[in-house]
């Protein structure tokens, strides 16, 4: 006798369709936007932009403790045979509101062969007319910066030209605070130009043609506001 067949009772599954993330989240996504080709779609994109732009976060200046920091600026021009050596020809301070304390051009005893005005602003009638001694500079300045926290960007170069000393724990020079600056691909860690950080960090520009002492002795300045919560910590944690 032939023994009867068996029936299959498996059943039979259909697959659903499977369905992307991005399907699943396009409907969200896309909710109330125009159609591709709107005429508003320009509009649409300078609103987004101006909204993204005002809700940036902006990093406000610190505010820091009146008469105690000032900011240095000094202006050289080129001495000697081949105007390589540097003289003092024009000092500058200013507080930490950007307050003129001083501003002067300084008398150069020695021939100057090169006025590097185009750096430097300064003028054979500069140093002729209105101009004081270096000795009188050299006295009205070391006044003013005794025992303030001096400010500045490469502080050394104008310390150095007034042949004055200051604490090294009391100078804040933008040049030389390594989050300002530059890394080289060996590693190591460069000074920027001031120029460059103030437009990064403060979106002004200065130093557009002929520099001006009290101007960049005003962007050091602002430029150690805007970091010196971060600054002085990093200086406590060193210490």
């Known amino acids: 006798m032939a023994k009867p067949k068996r029936t299959s009772h498996k059943k039979t599954v259909t697959k659903k369709p499977t369905t992307s993330n991005w399907e699943r ?33 902006v990093k406000k200046p610190h505010t820091v403790a009146p008469d105690t920091y000032v900011a240095l600026d000094c202006e050289m021009v080129g001495v000697g045979s081949n105007g390589r050596e540097s003289a003092l020809a024009r000092c500058s301070v200013v507080d ?71 604490p090294r724990q009391q100078m804040r020079d933008t040049a030389r605070w390594p989050p300002l600056m530059r890394t080289t691909r060996h590693g190591k860690r460069r000074p920027r130009k001031l120029r460059d950080l103030v437009l990064e960090h403060l979106d002004r520009k200065i130093q557009e043609g002929e520099h001006g002492s009290v101007e960049d002795a005003t962007a050091a300045m602002d430029l150690y506001k805007l970091f010196a919560a971060d600054w002085e910590a990093s200086l406590r944690l060193s210490a």
């Open 96 to 166: 930490e509101q950007g307050k003129v304390l001083y501003d002067r051009h300084v008398q150069v005893d020695e021939r100057v062969t090169d006025f590097r005005t185009k750096y430097s602003g300064v003028r054979a009638k500069d140093l002729k007319h209105d101009s004081v001694t270096f000795r009188d500079c050299q006295q009205k300045v070391a006044a003013l910066l005794r025992g303030k926290i001096l400010v500045g960007h490469a502080l050394s170069n104008d310390l150095k030209v007034l042949l004055l000393p200051h």
């Open 25 to 57: 989240l396009r409907p969200q996504l896309t909710k109330g936007a125009k159609k591709k080709g709107s005429k508003h779609a320009a509009r649409d994109l300078a609103e987004a932009l101006q909204q993204a732009k005002a809700t940036k976060t």
